[in-house]
């Protein structure tokens, strides 16, 4: 895990993200409201606290942030380009830069495509077809920051 925090509260955050309500979770689980809400503020503080010192320490000036979401925007001061730094169930707290790089010339192309396809998958964004991860990620971070 990519913060330190237990499987269930990170459960629980998922699932408000995918916009399940705290009444809906608090049933699934078979706990309180309460419970589910304490542990919702609780990775709502991680969330936070992650996405602050990632942009510090990667030097991105922040633009727009949704802690519920997991996600920034920002731009990157030493690379003169936009960033963003999400958090994925799947891969942890990411950052990317966007980039009009040559992907066909890179050995990490399709690393890139799987994890902006299980992404945009966790955020319930369809992707079109695109030639690059480029594409992608500038496809996925448009859709993303319409919708946050």
Known sequence: MFLPVNERQFEFWRLRRDGITGAEIARSFSVSRQSVSKALQGMDSKVSRVLLEMAQSNHIEIAKVNFE????????VQLKTDAIIFISAKHGVQVWYRHDGDCGECSRAHECEKLLCDYAGEMGIALGESESPAEMADELFRKLEGII
């Open 69 to 76: 979401r997991g996600v920034l925007f920002g731009r990157s």
